[in-house]
């Protein structure tokens, strides 16, 4: 059963999300207000339309009533963002997805009945942050607020040694859960398999012990 | 050894950054050439300073060239973007993030020698349209174009099961690598552990296998 969505407002974020819901087979009518925008948008989307979503009576013609989930990417106009929100609540759509540019918009949003507010410029800041402070750690996926599952970079100080050998999960209470070696992807790998140069560890632990691994691969590189 | 940090432009983005490197402890001289921003950095940021970047002088003054690494945050302002980077380069910096609008940005960008050019609003695009179409799926880490790591909502049709009863890693050829129970995380489940209501299934395998399996799951919920 293919889903159909809606998404509201063409910038790079609702752009990218369109990208993306139609690569995953997706129905997807995308909405902006300016021409250039649907231009851009008529050969990806299923359907591209011109139209400003806070005049209640072209959402209405438009049907969107009858879509499953209706996403609002509308940057810079809070109060565009809101009133959209609002009518697509009044109109009874089942799911709304909404981009919030800082707290204020957020608890607005969710007092009127978004079901999901996203901040994909201060959650991207903080993904981006995390890589940056250290140079060895790729990703990472947040598991709960203390455990993550993190990619860690190798170096001359692990390359050589069997994981056995390591002791890692007496040492610093993680697990290797796979490892990254070119284009392969070794799950659970063997106590006795040897990482090698340009492996990348995928580990998985409470954060403070994998800040203490980190800390030590780093170190000693 | 603590790590020193300039952050250029203090929009969502660029103003997350600054929280998340403080958090982490580390200096940070965040600049933008508004004064309100400055205003709302001053206590947050080691230095908050306000100046425009594209000025050379200003850049030298403030000794830029002697940060381990330096991100240009700025947005609308590509042209600023650009030159910014280029004198950072000239100053001779050792490392240089910066934020693209577009490709042909990201290209330019590139050219000139930023070491790392990042899109935030298309890569969370992307990462909450993974996370939309399928409403069992929470987070992932992509480990590779075809690997993943997955959190799943266990459905009624897994509860009550145990692992092994279910043989996952026969049938689909993933692995549970982890279970988030409540606030517990139970790395490396025993065949044996059963299912819970509410349990979050942390699975590693090939995107297709997991594709299969989150069908299935989804069906019959
Ligand atoms: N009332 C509206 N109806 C339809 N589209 C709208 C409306 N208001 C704004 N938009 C569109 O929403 C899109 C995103 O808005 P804007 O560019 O302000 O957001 P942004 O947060 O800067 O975007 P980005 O995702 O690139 O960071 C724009 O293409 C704009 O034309
Ligand atoms: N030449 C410059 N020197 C210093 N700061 C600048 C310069 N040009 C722009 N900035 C600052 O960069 C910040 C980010 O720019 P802008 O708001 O255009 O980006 P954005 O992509 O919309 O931001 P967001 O991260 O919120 O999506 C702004 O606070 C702006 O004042
Ligand atoms: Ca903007
Ligand atoms: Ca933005
Ligand atoms: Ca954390
Ligand atoms: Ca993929």
Chains 1, 2 share one sequence.
Do not use: C, W
């Not at 299923?46 to 139209?51: F, G, K, L, Q, S």
């Not at 979503?53 to 209706?70: A, C, K, M």
């Not at 398999?193 to 203490?212: F, M, S, Y």
């Amino acid at each position: 059963m293919k889903k159909e969505f809606v998404v509201i407002g063409l910038g790079r974020f609702g752009g990218s999300i369109v990208r993306e819901l139609i690569e995953q087979g997706m129905d997807v009518m995308a909405i902006d207000k300016f021409e250039d925008k649907i231009d851009q948008f008529a050969n990806i989307a299923t359907h591209a339309v011109m139209a400003d979503s806070t005049d209640e009576s072209v959402l209405r013609s438009l049907g969107i009533r009858n879509f499953d989930h209706v996403i609002v990417a509308i940057g810079d106009d809070i109060q565009a963002s809101i009133l959209t929100t609002l009518m697509l609540k009044e109109i009874g759509v089942k799911k709304i997805t909404v981009k919030a540019q800082n707290d204020y918009h957020e608890k607005v949003l969710r007092r009127i009945g978004a079901d999901k507010v996203v901040h994909p410029e201060r959650d991207m800041g903080k993904r981006i942050a995390h890589n940056i402070v250290s140079n060895n750690v790729l990703d990472y996926l947040e598991l709960s607020d203390e455990h993550s599952i993190v990619e860690i970079v190798a170096n001359d100080h692990l390359i050589g040694n069997t994981i056995i050998g390591l002791d890692i999960r007496a040492q610093y209470g993680i697990n290797i859960v796979a490892i990254k070696r070119k284009d392969d992807i070794i799950v659970s790998p063997q106590a006795t398999d040897e990482i090698q140069k340009e492996d990348i560890l995928i580990v998985i632990g409470a954060d403070t012990d994998i800040n203490r691994f980190e800390k030590k691969v780093m170190q000693s590189s």
